[in-house]
């Protein structure tokens, strides 16, 4: 009876969703299919595929940032599920003053904490004083006969993928762990009695069982990552051009061009949902598995 | 499961170590007595002390807390509705609905900004002519014309993304509901309503508390949503904080993070151990023991039902809200209030005392935001979302926009102080008639240097593109700057717009790039970069050199024999700016003679007052007790001989600027 009859209570928010969710992508669709053409009253609008045809010389960009992300991506699971695994055995006093722990630098503005790494990893930073103390560079010199007096970190693709990692980690731990907690122990316990040893019971069902939470961290990581302009432009030094910045330098940067933003915008954004969409296929739709 | 621990406890710890290594910096740092995030300079609270005084931070904290808890509240609510409302659609029509939903979480942050941010534009279009339809034939509200970007377009852009968190966390509670309850409760008697409030709403609790626990974080901590739809008058903590850690981020915004930081942990720590006592407790009821509650709880809970406790309830209840509403309107009285002017200049680029001097004096609040580079203003007036009123541009991007119509004439009667300007700095290329102009500062670029790590005698821009110094030098972050200096390495001039020149300067600088000459492509960046001596070379302003040389001695400035370019930044009026007259009002006060002496010794960028530049040594001896060194005031106001090999930049072409971004955006891929 209420199944049906409270179905209007959803019409505001589709309605919401509508005004602000699809009609914003249809108007990106828009501008990414026209280019402006000055004409004798002034500047038209004129369908083009242009956007799309040029963005051939951007496919270096779009290379960089899908493969920096899926290196971070991975980094995060291989960090991640083991992280989640033994928390998910620990005693639940211990469980809750961890997951409070995860959440709790999601406080600190992410931004500030970027820059906390700026000054560990700069040429003259916190790392470099630390390994000149410790003699590894001078070490490092004896042992490749090179001349150095720090090691470059800041500025390379490798200190982006670490500003990766480290802002998006408990974005991969969370939902695993809650995939975990929430696992039935009776069916390892069943395994166990049915003569599965620990590497037989973690292979064959607490992986198997755990897929959805992967899916949800790798789609909570993979998406951010590979559209970041703030962790590219303070860590790689405007070295590592990654779709984000290039999107950025179209709308509010040097280059302004929003029609070809809005083209690079879109082809991002399908690329990314059609990942998501194999990657839901494996996790069995169970999507809404898990934040908290 | 009785193992051994140790090793799994490790690894979780070494886990935690990563996460709070840079997190303890922060906090160690908001203790510093120097404004370095690197060096320890002993212990001191003056950081916490000066937040109290520090407004940018103070307000874009206020901001952020203002729109996080409205969006939340919002969110929470409508996300509540809506869930329920899409737990009871059919199949047909949720499974597309839950698609939708789906969406903003699936879209990178980035996409979902830039699409709001063209459907307020677009929205905004049309609103013009709207409002003047509704306004001719009703009298009773008057809709203004013009709309912006600002807290409302923020908040909307909020909830779009907080929403979907809140149906997320609510919806698995539906599910796991026992839809029979709530017709048992409705054969009993009650009303839809009662059933919701007395049988749905604690069964979905949980899950409506996570999720507005998560819409809160998210809020908190976005950055790249809210930099596309917060526009020019607003701005949120995240938003203030990057555009600091492009220059230097005062330790005032470690010091209020710090405190925001442990506020969260309190407020963890007391969740946690009343947690820990409600688990025990459903551990002891699992077991049949009596569970033996203090028995003054159980008075309170007694006391609690009666109809005074249930008044009581009520009246906390009340108080409550009664709270979070006046949170709200304190909140949105501190960041909107009072006349206004927006003014948009560079990053460090003013005195702040005179901001808060003018608003004392003329009681007229001073929204001061800053833009990234000439080209970034550019692309912020265009996107139709900023409404400032005054703007710093440089010449070239001067001429651009007088040329494109996008400049309001000045009241020259409004300003006696534009008398002051010298007469060099009147009737420039860029604004022939001197219409639409006040000077506010010029200057040189040229080649920075670290004397420490560089030996050589430096004088042309050579080193710039010598593998000698190869991961030494930052190239200067954007077009024009940096295929100038290329041009007047290579002998040409910087306005030339013979492409096969600039493909020439391009060819130059690309050929470095390759070979790994560059460290990094920067603009505000270079001051943190060349003053802890990570990089031995940059191209940068002469004013901007003088700020590093206060905390780096080593670092040397020369305007190579090649030439370079020289600059004037002055401060004009956008079209239809919605303060004109306050407009006119801040710009006399810029132009006196006293901002103008102060400004200097602030940021150390020449003036175009006469009367300022040259009172300055003298009035520098009279505030500091000692005589301005001459080689300084040489570099920060060139002398002719100096100028006479410099160029102005004057506006190019259409087509070259075009050309001008292609060549940049291919240099960086």
Known sequence: ?292 | MRKNRFGSRTLIGLCFLFLYLPIFLLIFFSFNAGDSSAVWRGFSLQWYAELFHNRLVLESLATTLLVSLLATAISTVAGTFAAIGIYALTKKWRDPVLVVNDLPMMNADIVTGVSLLLLFVAFFHGWGAIANWLNSWQSLIRFPTRLTLGLGTLLIAHVSFNIPYVILNVSPRLRQMDANLVEAAQDLGCTWMQAFFKVILPEIKPGIVSGALIAFTMSVDDFVISYFTAGSSTQTLSMTIYSMTKKRVTPVVNAVSTLIFLAVLILLVINNIREARQVKLAAKRASFEPVREDPRVERFREWMSTPRGRLVRRVTAAVLCAAFLGTVTFLTAFTTSRPVVNVCSWGEYIDEDLITEFEEQTGIRVNYQTAESNEALYSLLSNGGADYDVVVPSDYMISQLIEEGRLEELDYSQIPNFEKIDSRFKNLPYDPENKYTVPYTWGTVGIIYNAALVEDEIDSWSVLYDDKYAGQVLLIDNSRDAFGIALKYLGYSVNTTDPDEIQAAYALVEDAYQRGVFQGKVMDQVFQTMEGGNASFATYYAGDFLSMLENNEDLRFVVPKEGSNWFVDAMCVLKDAPNYDNAMKWINFIASTDSNLRNMDYIWYASPNKEALELYPAWYEEQYGEELDPEIYAIMAAPQEVLDRCEMYVCLPKATRSLYNELWIKLGL
């Open chain 1, 1 to 292: 009876m209420m199944r049906t009859k409270r179905g209007w209570f959803a019409f505001p928010y589709m309605i919401w969703m509508a005004l602000f969710v699809v009609i914003p992508i249809v108007i990106m669709l828009v501008y990414s299919l026209t280019v402006p053409v000055e004409t004798a009253e002034g500047e038209v609008l004129r369908g083009s595929l242009e956007n799309f045809t040029g963005m051939t010389q951007y496919l270096s960009v779009f290379g960089r940032s899908f493969w920096l992300a899926l290196i971070a991506t991975v980094i995060c699971l291989a960090i991640g599920y083991p992280v989640a695994y033994l928390m998910s055995r620990e005693g639940p006093g211990f469980q809750r003053v961890v997951m409070a722990l995860i959440m709790l630098p999601m406080w600190m503005n992410f931004l500030l904490r970027t820059y906390s790494w700026m000054a560990i990893l700069e040429n003259n930073g916190l790392l470099n004083q630390l390994f000149q103390k410790l003699g590894v560079i001078a070490l490092y010199n004896r042992l490749t006969g090179s001349d150095i007096d720090h090691f470059q970190m800041i500025r390379t693709s490798g200190a982006v993928v670490l500003g990766m990692v480290y802002n998006y980690l408990p974005f991969m731990i969370l939902p695993i762990y809650t995939v975990l907690t929430k696992l039935d122990r009776r069916l390892i316990e069943a395994a166990e009695d049915l003569g599965a040893n620990a590497s037989t019971v973690f292979r064959r069902v607490t992986l198997p069982l755990s897929v959805s939470g992967v899916v949800s961290g790798v789609t909570m990581v993979f998406v951010p990552a590979v559209s970041t302009f703030a962790l590219s432009r303070l860590l790689g030094g405007g070295t590592q051009m990654m779709l984000g910045d290039l999107i950025e330098n179209q709308f509010l940067g040097g280059a302004y061009n929003p029609h070809l933003g809005a083209a690079i915008s879109m082809v991002m954004m399908v690329i990314v949902v059609i990942c998501m969409l194999v990657m839901n296929h494996f996790g069995d739709g169970e999507g809404e598995a898990v934040m908290l």
